[in-house]
């Protein structure tokens, strides 16, 4: 797999993976997890993270009782 130049977004630097000519990212987090205080409420917006996020995989899909 080859990894795609570093990407800088508001919340942080990105990579990917480039696949038949596209530049494919996965998993960018975009709000926080509705837990705790968090629970019912808007989403709110991921605080900044420090690295690179590796986006190469989706992350964790939601519970579903």
Do not use: H
Request: aromatic residues 10%; hydrophobic residues 30%; glycine residues 10%.
């Amino acid at each position: 797999m080859k990894k795609t130049e570093i990407v800088n977004t508001k919340s942080g630097k990105i990579q990917g993976y480039r696949e038949n000519g596209l530049d494919i990212y996965k998993g960018i987090p975009f709000a926080e997890a509705p837990i705790d205080d968090l629970r019912f409420c808007p989403p709110v917006a991921k605080k900044n993270w420090e690295g690179i996020l590796e986006a190469t995989e989706y992350g964790p899909s939601s519970f579903q009782p």
